[in-house]
RNA sequence: CGGGAUGUGGCUCAGUCUGGUAGAGCACAGCGUUCGGGACGCUGGGGUCGGAGGUUCAAAUCCUCUCAUCCCGACCA
């Protein structure tokens, strides 16, 4: 079959975004659909980089004084009920177990049995179980501050879902600390989301804009929601981290009280911040592109794979000992605080052994026969370049080189994003503008990022929503004060916010 | 929960209107020719046609019920 010029994933990105994010990720051999509805199945390729992403996240957060810990997935129904908002937001989307076993019916089914006292609740998220914890561990100032993170999955029952963006399960990560001072807090919860905006950015080479979620937005019993966002390829904003100050909401729920030095009993303060499995998702919608996934190095699951040149006929064992002598040396290698890790793929299976390795996102493919045995180098192919532009490099300055490679690839893969973003980011001034560009769009053209001003009123954030789906992302820290009207009442504003269409 | 569809090998689907022995492409396995941009030929394995009931000499096809999934409308990391 003839498929010059085609691209690897039917549909592209232009011809059906959404099938193609999907597309993506079946090629890639990254995760599938489960037989549970709403639920996902990792597989290696996918799971490796959540296992990167956790091991690089995992070790910054300890750096700032985080301990790991780990609460129950079952949740007491009494236990969500101490904050109201949080109720609010929440109830609709748990799951909830109420028996205990499993009985055989009367036409030999099994048939759940023996009713809970109280039914539990699959977590959506812990803050009220941990808040639990907290107040019995909390009587002194000096018990404070209480800094825990926890890896876990939780559930929130979701009417439509797709993989890595929107599951009912997912996996996360949950920081929840409890804290003597406002101001103490305060600082931790933006510490905690500079520490998510450089990981994006540094490891995912994902550009973020740092901000803060208006009132509707806001993490159901939150007093203050922050976030990273980032611009996928269609133009629409993806939230990559997030990170709240509780106030004393879930102090005052949970009773996390403390004596401060003076004697007087206090309620703590409190945050929590997150990031999943999301991540990957967007992740995967910022770099890759028709030929299907495209990994950063720093969190790749395999940095390199050798792909020996083998005839069927000619004696190979040269080839194959060069690969194997290659990734040895390789491997020997270090790049950004781990060893390059390396595959041989000699499966005889011709060129589409060459196009697995584009689909998967393999940062380097290295192709290794007679030729470069007998010359002393590597025929190297970078996934951030067309596949056109493979090249030939002395062996030796490739392994010597191959961490500074690595570092061109995703320093490549962050300037692209960047440039990107800026290119499909807008100032609007008028209200006839701001609905021009929104109203046609579709696909891969889902508008872009706009700063406009807002008055701040939820009426206008809910007309803009209601008319065209775009909805305020974020109130951006680094928004200068200056005069305008709002887009959509024209009244004052004081300040520019980011609105763009969400996943 | 309202509206629309679809269930046939691992995957994508044809066959259903007009009942007559289960099909194709891809994938998979074997052999051979290939191999530094997605190869080809031959051979082969694999399906109680979502389930239950009914009509009929005969049902993937017609009827009834049921289950499941997908798409479209109100929320979310």
Same mark, same amino acid.
């Given at each position: 079959m003839?498929t010059k010029n085609k691209t690897a994933i039917t549909p592209t990105r232009e011809e059906d975004y959404a099938q193609w994010y999907q597309e993506v990720i079946k090629a890639s051999d990254m995760a599938e659909n489960s037989?549970?509805?709403g639920c996902m199945v990792m597989k290696p390729w996918g799971y490796a980089i959540?296992?990167?992403?956790?091991?690089?996240?995992?070790?910054?957060?300890?750096?700032?004084?985080?301990?790991?810990?780990?609460?129950?997935?079952?949740?007491?129904?009494?236990?969500?009920?101490?904050?109201?908002?949080?109720?609010?937001?929440?109830?609709?989307?748990?799951?909830?177990?109420?028996?205990?076993?499993?009985?055989?019916?009367?036409?030999?089914?099994?048939?759940?049995?023996?009713?809970?006292?109280?039914?539990?609740?699959?977590?959506?998220?812990?803050?009220?179980?941990?808040?639990?914890?907290?107040?019995?561990?909390?009587?002194?100032?000096?018990?404070?501050?209480?800094?825990?993170?926890?890896?876990?999955?939780?559930?929130?029952?979701?009417?439509r879902t797709r993989m890595f963006l929107r599951t009912?399960?997912?996996?996360?990560?949950?920081?929840?600390?409890?804290?003597?001072?406002?101001?103490?807090?305060?600082?931790?919860?933006?510490?905690?989301?500079?520490?998510?905006?450089?990981?994006?950015?540094?490891?995912?080479?994902?550009?973020?804009?740092?901000?803060?979620?208006?009132?509707?937005?806001?993490?159901?019993?939150?007093?203050?929601?922050?976030?990273?966002?980032?611009?996928m390829q269609d133009r629409r904003?993806l939230?990559?981290?997030?990170?709240?100050?509780?106030?004393?909401?879930?102090?005052?729920?949970?009773?996390?009280?403390?004596?401060?030095?003076?004697?007087?009993?206090?309620?703590?303060?409190?945050?929590?911040?997150?990031?999943?499995t999301r991540m990957i998702g967007g992740m995967i919608m910022v770099h890759s592109d028709d030929d299907g996934l495209v990994v950063p190095?720093?969190?790749a699951p395999?940095?390199?794979?050798?792909?020996?040149?083998?005839?069927?006929?000619?004696?190979?064992?040269?080839?194959?000992?060069?690969?194997?002598?290659?990734?040895?040396?390789?491997?020997?290698?270090?790049?950004?605080?781990?060893?390059?890790?390396?595959?041989?793929?000699?499966?005889?299976i011709?060129g589409a052994r060459g196009w697995d390795w584009v689909k998967k996102g393999i940062?380097?493919r290295?192709?290794?026969?007679?030729?470069?045995?007998?010359?002393?180098?590597?025929?190297?192919?970078?996934r951030d370049?067309p596949a056109?532009?493979?090249?030939?490099?002395?062996?030796?300055?490739?392994?010597?080189?191959?961490?500074?490679?690595?570092?061109?690839?995703?320093?490549?893969l962050?300037? *692209? !994003?960047?440039?990107? +973003?800026?290119?499909?980011?807008?100032?609007?001034?008028? %209200?006839?503008?701001?609905? &021009?560009?929104? /109203?046609?769009?579709k696909g891969a053209h889902n508008?872009?990022?706009?700063?406009?001003?807002?008055?701040?009123? *939820? !009426?206008?954030?809910? +007309?803009?929503?209601?008319?065209?789906?775009?909805?305020? %992302?974020?109130?951006?820290? &680094?928004?200068? /004060?200056?005069?305008?009207?709002?887009?959509?009442?024209?009244?004052?504003?004081?300040?520019?916010?980011?609105?763009?269409?969400?996943y």
């Open positions: 003839g037989p549970v509805r959540w296992e990167n992403i956790m091991n690089q996240m995992d070790a910054e957060f300890k750096k700032t004084g985080v301990k790991n810990a780990y609460f129950p997935l079952f949740i007491p129904l009494s236990y969500l009920e101490k904050e109201a908002e949080h109720v609010e937001g929440f109830a609709k989307e748990c799951a909830v177990v109420t028996h205990h076993k499993l009985e055989k019916g009367k036409d030999g089914k099994l048939v759940p049995a023996g009713e809970l006292a109280e039914p539990l609740i699959v977590r959506p998220t812990s803050e009220t179980i941990i808040g639990e914890s907290m107040s019995r561990w909390t009587s002194s100032y000096r018990d404070l501050p209480i800094l825990l993170n926890q890896w876990a999955n939780v559930v929130r029952w979701e009417m009912s399960e997912f996996l996360w990560q949950e920081g929840h600390t409890a804290h003597a001072t406002k101001q103490e807090a305060v600082q931790r919860t933006m510490q905690m989301l500079d520490l998510y905006a450089e990981f994006v950015e540094k490891c995912l080479a994902m550009p973020v804009i740092k901000g803060r979620k208006t009132i509707s937005e806001r993490f159901p019993g939150a007093d203050d929601t922050t976030c990273i966002e980032s611009m904003a939230q990559a981290g997030t990170s709240h100050f509780l106030g004393q909401n879930f102090a005052k729920g949970s009773d996390i009280r403390f004596q401060n030095e003076d004697g007087q009993e206090q309620y703590a303060w409190t945050t929590s911040w997150g990031t999943s190095p720093r969190i395999a940095h390199v794979v050798i792909l020996p040149i083998i005839k069927k006929g000619d004696d190979n064992t040269k080839v194959l000992e060069s690969a194997k002598a290659l990734k040895a040396a390789l491997q020997a290698k270090k790049f950004y605080g781990r060893a390059v890790e390396v595959e041989i793929d000699d499966r005889d011709g940062p380097l290295v192709e290794l026969g007679p030729r470069d045995i007998a010359n002393n180098t590597v025929f190297m192919a970078r370049m056109s532009q493979k090249q030939s490099m002395d062996q030796e300055v490739f392994i010597n080189t191959i961490s500074e490679i690595l570092d061109s690839i995703q320093q490549n962050f300037d *692209r !994003a960047l440039a990107f +973003q800026k290119a499909n980011t807008f100032h609007i001034d008028t %209200r006839q503008e701001f609905y &021009d560009l929104y /109203k046609n769009t508008g872009a990022f706009v700063f406009s001003h807002w008055c701040g009123s *939820r !009426a206008c954030e809910e +007309q803009i929503k209601k008319d065209l789906s775009v909805t305020i %992302r974020c109130i951006p820290f &680094d928004s200068p /004060k200056e005069h305008g009207q709002c887009i959509c009442c024209e009244k004052a504003s004081e300040q520019r916010v980011l609105f763009a269409k969400a």
